[in-house]
C-alpha cells in the first residue's frame, strides 16, 4: 500500500528544457519521476515527523519535497552545479531545506547537519547514489561521528543485490557495508520509475546499523587494506591475492592464513566478515609495519 502522502506531480522533462539540461550519464543522472515510488521510499524509510535528513544526490528536488512534508529538517547536497537553480526553484516554498552545492565526500557530514541543531541532534541519511562511489560515501558517512541513525539508499538492482550478498559470495562493497550493518532490500523500483529511463532496474536498501562496527574502529584501516588486497585478483587464490595485493612475499601470506585457521586455498569471496576481522587483528598484531 502506498503512503498515504500526496504532491503535486513535477514536470521533470519540461523541468529540464526550460533550463536548456539535458542529464549528465557521466554522474549516472536518472532523475525519480514516478510519484508512487517516492511515495514507497517515504514509507520504506520509516521516518518521523521529528527526523532530521541528510538527502545525497537531491537532484531536481522531487523527492526532497517528500522528504520536507515528512520530516523537521532535509539538507539537500548535490554535486552538479547545473541543477542548482532548478532544485532551489522547487523547494523554495518548503522553509525547512537546506540546499547544499557540492561533492558529499568533501564535507563532514557531521558539521552539515549540526548547523542551527544542537550537535547531540542524531541524523538519517536518503542517497540516490551511482554505483561508481557507493563504497567510498559509505565508508565516508559512517566513519562520522556521529554517525547516521540509518541509510536509506537508491542503488542500481544489481549493486543492493551485490551490497546484500551472503558469506559464500561477498565482494568488496558488501563487506563495506556490512561491517558497519546489516542491510536489506526494502523495495524493487522498475527502470521506468526514472527520467530518462536506465537500461536496468533499481532498488532500495536499508542498512540497519550497528552500534559499533563488527571490526574495532582503530582497526578499521588495516580492514580496508587486507580486503582490497584480498579482492584485488579475483582468481587467485587467497595466499597470492594477498601476496601481490600487500606486497608480501607468498609465505607471509601464507602463513598468516594458517594462523587463522583459513585454508590458503580458499579465495576471497569464500570468507565470512567474521573470518576478514580474525584475518585483520591478527595481521596488526603479527606484522604491523
Known amino acids: 500500500m502506498d503512503h498515504p502522502l500526496r504532491l503535486p506531480a513535477l514536470n521533470i522533462p519540461g523541468l529540464l528544457r526550460q533550463y536548456n539540461l539535458r542529464p549528465d550519464k557521466k554522474l549516472g543522472q536518472n ?3 514516478d510519484e508512487n515510488t517516492m511515495r514507497a521510499i ?3 524509510a520509516e521516518l518521523q515527523p521529528d527526523d532530521v535528513v541528510l538527502e545525497i544526490g537531491a537532484g531536481l528536488g522531487n523527492l526532497t519535497r517528500y522528504l520536507a512534508v515528512s520530516t523537521r529538517q532535509v539538507v ?3 554535486v552538479d552545479q547545473r541543477l542548482l537553480p532548478i532544485l532551489r526553484q522547487v523547494v523554495e516554498a518548503l522553509p525547512n531545506v537546506r540546499v547544499i552545492a557540492g561533492d558529499i565526500l568533501s564535507f563532514d557530514p557531521v558539521k552539515l547537519m549540526n548547523t542551527g541543531l544542537s550537535p547531540q541532534t542524531s541524523y538519517r541519511v536518503v542517497a540516490n547514489i551511482p ?4 563504497s567510498a560515501v559509505i565508508r565516508h558517512l559512517l566513519e562520522a561521528q556521529p ?12 549493486v543492493a543485490e551485490r551490497i546484500c550478498a551472503l558469506p559464500g559470495n561477498l565482494n568488496l562493497l558488501a563487506l563495506s557495508v556490512q561491517v558497519y550493518g546489516h ?3 526494502s523495495m524493487h523500483i522498475p527502470a521506468g520509475a526514472f527520467y530518462p529511463q536506465p537500461k536496468v532496474d533499481s532498488a532500495v536498501v536499508n542498512v540497519n546499523l550497528y552500534a559499533q562496527p563488527i571490526i574495532p574502529q582503530a582497526s578499521l584501516g588495516s580492514f580496508f587494506r587486507l580486503i582490497k588486497a584480498g579482492f584485488s585478483q579475483k582468481r587467485k587464490t587467497l595466499r597470492n591475492a594477498l601476496s601481490g595485493g600487500l606486497g608480501w ?3 607471509q601470506a601464507e602463513s598468516l592464513l594458517t594462523h587463522c585457521g583459513i585454508s590458503h586455498m580458499r579465495r576471497a569471496e569464500t570468507l565470512s566478515l567474521e573470518e576478514w576481522s580474525q584475518l585483520t587483528l591478527s595481521m596488526e598484531e603479527n606484522y604491523a609495519p
Open 76 to 78: 539537500a547536497v548535490e
Open 147 to 158: 554517525k547516521p541513525s540509518s541509510l536509506v539508499l537508491t542503488v542500481q538492482r544489481e
Open 42 to 44: 517515504i514509507k520504506a
Open 249 to 251: 612475499p607468498a609465505s
Open 131 to 134: 554505483y561508481y562511489i557507493t
Open 183 to 185: 542491510p536489506s532490500i
Open 31 to 33: 532523475f525519480l519521476v
